[in-house]
């Protein structure tokens, strides 16, 4: 399965990077969302993970772009230190941060069940 990150923490990429390929998921990341649609006009991805807030395209400006052109074929999660900023109905599931690596990868789980 393939994911996309996008975050504009560089730390949180690594980690996110490390966690996610240890789990046996292709990884690519993006520093903003300007990039993350760049990466998406490019390849497709199985599930993309946003940061809401972001300088420039906020989050929920990157998940709303992917519903109009991708519709429900990519699922989105959310990720937030401030959750209530969400536009929810854009996303498949929202995780507040701070979170664990297993909150993400359940998170996952609970969106593609085995």
Partial sequence: MKVLVIDDEKS???????VLKKAGFRVETAINGC????KLHNTHFDIVIIDILMPGMQGNDVANHIRNSQG???????ISGTPWKLSEPDFDAVIPKPFSPETLLNTIQNLYPN
């Avoid at 949180?12 to 490390?18: H, V």
């Fill in 35 to 38: 990039e993350g649609l760049e």
């Fill in 72 to 78: 429900q074929s990519t699922a989105l999660i959310g």
């Fill in 12 to 18: 949180l990429l690594k980690l996110f990077n490390k």
